[in-house]
């Protein structure tokens, strides 16, 4: 079942076996037996792509609930008690892992030393159920998904630019006095489009776009142009704090803060069960929370 489903999410006998550490002869004869057993056609089979057949894809449903409740149960009575085991894969947005989660990451493996991560990190969006990923950790509010999304922090955002680029342009106290202004940009990874800044003026929530030199797609270096005296950035607080401290970059329009930025794990749907999931996203919560 557990290679089968894999085959049917990956589209292919070959990478199902690179998955999963087995030769692509096993693979193809194990499948066939399996079919043969069943009775059933479960595959359609191209020189390009694997797909289900209508069988084949109510016998996936079937399986994944299957293990999933297979996993809790055996979790119950391995040789290490109720703690889960196994390989788990993630993937962190990048400054939020390097800054939050890996440098506690230790204390996650005291308590489930035998879990083994696999930890991808960056922004795009990933293909779970293709890609074999366990779960997400994203910021932003969240979009339309068959996904099961659990919200672990809100971080407060801020307005800022270099005090040499105040000192030489001013420093906008209304949101009309910042329309004048030159912005570091940053590319949606979604659109390709610079995002907007976003305020709260009065209740009311407003976005201001603003034109500049330079567009980015990577968070240090939105930071670093900053630095440099390109213009404003909008940003998690905690992703600037020891320069805020420094007084090196300064915030402006603090009075029309925009809303928190919320961030939050997902999941497929099968997999929330899953101990190895629920113990790693209880964590993330735990850090997440206390670093709030």
């Known amino acids: 079942m557990q290679l089968f489903t894999r085959i049917v999410e990956l589209g292919s006998f070959t990478k199902a076996a690179d998955d999963l550490l087995l030769p692509r002869a096993t693979v193809t004869h194990a499948v066939q037996q399996l079919e043969k057993r069943l009775g059933a056609r479960l595959l359609h089979r191209t020189t390009r792509h694997v797909s289900p057949t209508q069988d084949g894809a109510a016998y996936y449903e079937r399986c994944l609930r299957l ?47 035998d879990i083994e991560l696999e930890i991808g990190m960056g922004d795009r969006l990933v293909d779970l159920v293709r890609e074999g990923v366990d779960c997400v950790l994203r910021v932003g509010e969240l979009a339309e998904s068959s996904m099961v999304g659990r919200r672990v922090a809100l971080l407060e955002q801020v307005t800022c630019a ?17 329309r004048g202004h030159r912005a570091v940009n940053f590319l949606s990874s979604r659109t390709g489009k610079a995002l907007p800044f976003d305020f709260i003026v009065d209740g009311v929530a407003r976005q201001v776009q603003l034109k500049g030199s330079v567009s980015v797609t990577d968070a240090d270096a939105y930071k670093v142009c900053c630095a440099a005296h390109l213009g404003f950035i909008q940003v998690p607080r905690y992703h600037l704090a020891a320069q805020l401290e420094a007084g090196t970059l300064v915030e402006v329009l603090a009075q029309f803060r925009p809303a928190p930025m919320p961030v939050s794990v997902l999941y497929p749907h099968h997999r929330q069960l899953s101990p190895r999931v629920r113990v790693f996203v209880d964590w993330v919560a735990d850090v997440m929370g206390r670093a709030n």
């Open 162 to 178: 270099s005090r040499e680029y105040l000192d030489k342009h001013g420093t906008p106290d209304t949101i009309e006095a910042l």
């Open 67 to 113: 293990l999933t409740d297979l996993e809790e149960a055996e979790s119950a009575f391995v040789n290490t008690g109720s703690k889960p085991r196994g390989k788990l894969r993630v993937d962190l947005h990048g400054t939020l892992a390097k800054h939050f989660l890996l440098p506690v990451i230790g204390d996650f493996f005291e308590r489930y030393p």
